[in-house]
C-alpha cells in the first residue's frame, strides 16, 4: 500500500464552528491540499471545548452537510464523516444521554483531549470512566501532554485500560520538539499508536497533511504498519469493527 487513499480522523477542517477553517471557501482550500497529499477520507472533528469552539450541534451538521454538498460536486472522490474533539471534563458523563453529538461518525468512539498539563491519574480515570459508560475513548494528540512524555509507559497503560491512541503527524516529524519526537519514537517502536492524523488548523502552520509522516512510519516500521496508523484503523473504527 502506498499513501494514497489515506484517511485523517481528527482535523479542524468544518468552517465556522471553533478555530480552524472560518469559511466554507477555507474549508474547500484545505480539503484540496488533503487530496492532493494523498488523502481521501476525512473525519472533521470540530473543538468541544471552552475556550476553542462549543459550536450547538446542530450548527455543527448544517455546516457539514453544506460541505458535503459541495465536495461531492467539486472532489466526487473524498469521503467525509463527522466527528468531535471533546475537551474531557469531570462532568462530561452527566450529559451522556446526548452523547451521539460527541462520538466519531455515529460510533461509540469518542475522540477526547486534555490538558497539556493534565495528570496521569486524571487521564486514567477519564479513559476508565468512559470505558465503564459503553464508550471507546480514543485519546487525542497523546505526545501533547507533558505527563506522557516525562513517563512514556502512561500510554502503555493507557492502552492496557482499553483506549486507542493518536498522534499528530506533525511530531512523528520532530517539528513539536526533540523529546516529543523521542516519545513518539517509543510509542510507535512498542506498537501503542492506533491512529496518525493532521490536527489541521489552517493552511500555514497546521495542514492537512499526512504522506510525510506516512512515509517516515512505513520506512522505519513497516508499510503493513503505516497502512494501519493512517487507513485501515480509520475504516475500520468507521465500520464500528475497532
Known amino acids: 500500500m502506498n499513501s494514497i487513499g489515506m484517511f485523517d480522523m481528527h482535523n479542524h477542517i468544518l468552517f465556522g464552528v471553533d478555530d480552524g477553517a472560518k469559511t466554507i471557501e477555507d474549508s474547500l482550500?484545505?480539503?484540496?491540499?488533503?487530496?492532493?497529499?494523498?488523502?481521501?477520507?476525512?473525519?472533521?472533528?470540530?473543538?468541544f471545548h471552552p475556550k476553542r469552539g462549543m459550536a450547538h450541534y446542530a450548527e455543527v451538521v448544517e455546516n457539514f452537510n453544506e460541505l458535503v454538498d459541495v465536495v461531492e460536486e467539486r472532489i466526487p472522490d473524498m469521503q467525509l464523516?463527522?466527528?468531535?474533539?471533546?475537551?474531557?471534563?469531570?462532568?462530561?458523563?452527566?450529559?451522556?444521554?446526548?452523547?451521539?453529538?460527541?462520538?466519531?461518525?455515529?460510533?461509540?468512539?469518542?475522540?477526547?483531549?486534555?490538558s497539556t498539563t493534565v495528570e496521569e491519574n486524571y487521564i486514567k480515570n477519564a479513559v476508565s470512566n468512559l470505558l465503564f459508560e459503553g464508550y471507546q475513548p480514543i485519546v487525542a494528540h497523546v505526545e501533547r501532554y507533558a505527563?506522557?512524555?516525562?513517563?512514556?509507559?502512561?500510554?502503555d497503560e493507557l492502552k492496557s485500560i482499553g483506549a486507542y491512541i493518536q498522534i499528530n503527524a506533525d511530531s512523528v516529524l520532530g517539528k513539536t520538539g526533540f523529546a516529543v519526537k523521542q516519545a513518539v519514537k517509543y510509542y510507535l517502536k512498542n506498537g501503542l499508536v492506533d491512529f496518525i492524523s493532521s490536527d489541521a488548523h489552517d493552511l500555514k502552520t497546521r495542514k492537512p497533511e499526512l504522506a510525510a509522516a506516512y512515509a517516515y512510519v512505513a520506512k522505519k516500521f513497516g508499510e503493513d504498519y503505516a497502512g494501519l496508523l493512517f487507513r485501515e484503523n480509520a475504516i475500520a473504527m468507521l465500520n464500528g469493527e475497532l
Not at 482550500?29 to 473543538?47: E, F, Q, S, W
Not at 451522556?96 to 468512539?109: E, I, P, Q, R, V
Not at 505527563?147 to 500510554?155: D, P, S, T
Open 29 to 47: 482550500a484545505l480539503i484540496k491540499v488533503a487530496y492532493n497529499d494523498g488523502i481521501r477520507g476525512l473525519v472533521l472533528t470540530p473543538h
Open 147 to 155: 505527563c506522557a512524555v516525562k513517563n512514556k509507559k502512561l500510554v
Open 81 to 114: 464523516y463527522l466527528g468531535r474533539e471533546v475537551y474531557y471534563r469531570s462532568d462530561i458523563l452527566e450529559t451522556k444521554g446526548s452523547f451521539d453529538k460527541y462520538l466519531m461518525s455515529g460510533t461509540a468512539c469518542m475522540l477526547v483531549e486534555f
